[in-house]
């Protein structure tokens, strides 16, 4: 008969929950440029896939990965396709606000798909260390149950608020999509200098709306010479 560890069982649910949250989070805001969820979603596979792979190969080893590295690396590429993601959002305002403006040019699949993967590898190591302790412990069953359990509701929650976020205009969901990856890149760089956020996590709430007010009011000042900023969206 197989034995489970509630509170482990429990523990690994919330922690899976809580730290896939912030990846799905993040590959609906890289969908904000690239018009769809695929590229972004296949590097946080790629990337909690490989976390994964490194956790049954090596074990305990993970836990002695650079993890400040790993978050200023990761905070690197948010914040740079923050900015990307940012002229993007301008273009779409102007569009709503003249149709007849030029599409917006693509080609940044890579640096999607890269930062998925940047934030897939991150999220799941902070969960896999949990999780390895739980193991170590004697409890790996529980915490595989949990973390699975967890991850189902994720993918389970994400395609409902997936649907509704489709019918989201575009200016909107690119501006909460680059205020988001900006709140994301200032929260992972602070951690990677070992800056202790009051509220921990709960500061990425308040930084958002911040984010929010500062880039709705780039976009109007880039937009200010050229037509009334009077978006459809």
């Known amino acids: 008969m197989l034995s489970l560890s509630i509170p482990a069982l429990i523990i690994a649910f919330v922690i899976t929950v809580t730290e896939m949250t912030e990846v799905v989070a993040l590959v609906f805001a890289f969908s904000g440029e690239a018009g769809r969820i695929r590229i972004g979603a296949l590097g946080a596979i ?23 590295e790993l978050l200023g690396v990761s905070a690197f590429v948010l914040a740079a396709f923050g900015v990307f993601l ?3 959002t301008v273009r779409s305002y102007r569009k709503a606000m003249r149709p007849a403006a030029a ?21 799941a190591t902070e969960a896999v260390i949990v999780l390895l302790a739980l193991a170590a412990g004697g409890a790996g069953t529980s915490a595989l149950i949990g ?6 509701v994720l993918i389970v929650a994400a395609a409902i608020v997936h649907e509704r976020i489709r019918r989201i205009k575009v200016p909107t ?29 709960l500061i990425l709430v308040p930084m958002f709306f911040v984010a929010l007010v500062l880039v709705r009011g780039a ?3 880039r937009l200010s010479g050229e037509v009334p900023l009077q978006p459809k969206g």
């Open 173 to 201: 969901l690119k501006l909460g999509g680059t205020s988001l990856l900006f709140s994301f890149a200032v929260f992972w760089a602070g951690e990677a200098v070992s800056f202790n956020w009051p509220g921990s996590d």
């Open 86 to 88: 940012f002229r993007s």
């Open 219 to 221: 976009v109007a000042l």
């Open 147 to 152: 973390a699975l359990a967890g991850g189902g």
């Open 103 to 123: 599409p917006a040019p693509s080609g940044e699949h890579v640096l999607h798909f890269a930062g998925g993967f940047s934030v897939g590898a991150i999220e």
């Open 46 to 68: 790629a990337g909690t896939g490989t976390i994964a792979a490194v956790a049954l190969v090596s074990g305990a080893a993970l836990q002695a990965l650079p993890h400040s």
